[in-house]
């Protein structure tokens, strides 16, 4: 069993920065890959980006390429999103998603929301 705790996620205007920060239970060394997804008012959960835990590799989706990076902390247990030059596209809640011997844990959400 994996718990995950997502926080972070405020009100900030566009062109502003966030960091995310995600909380996990165990060691991140027996997680296989970790994900951010995120989900706006109205429409379907998408994929953010992906983060190897050991080998901490990385990669995005087109719509945060450049903009969003993410990583991981293996002594503090937790991964992070650091996001950029917001958008008000970016407005969602942000969830944390772990890998583990074939069974996903997600994280409860933490709110960003981008004003114009």
């Known amino acids: 069993q994996v718990q995950l705790v997502e926080s972070g996620g405020d009100l900030v205007q566009a062109g502003g920065s966030l960091r995310l920060t995600c909380e996990v239970s165990r060691n991140l060394h027996s997680i296989h890959a970790m994900y951010w997804y995120r989900q706006a008012p109205g429409k379907e959960r998408e994929w953010v980006a992906t983060?190897?835990?050991?080998?901490?590799?990385?990669n995005y989706a087109e719509s945060v390429e450049g903009r969003f990076t993410v990583s991981r902390d293996l002594t503090e247990k937790k991964m992070y999103l650091q996001m950029n030059n917001l958008k008000p596209a970016d407005t969602a809640v942000y969830y944390c998603k772990a890998f583990q011997l074939g069974t996903e844990y997600w994280g409860q959400g933490t709110q960003v929301t981008v004003s114009a």
């Open positions: 983060i190897s835990p050991i080998g901490g590799n990385s």
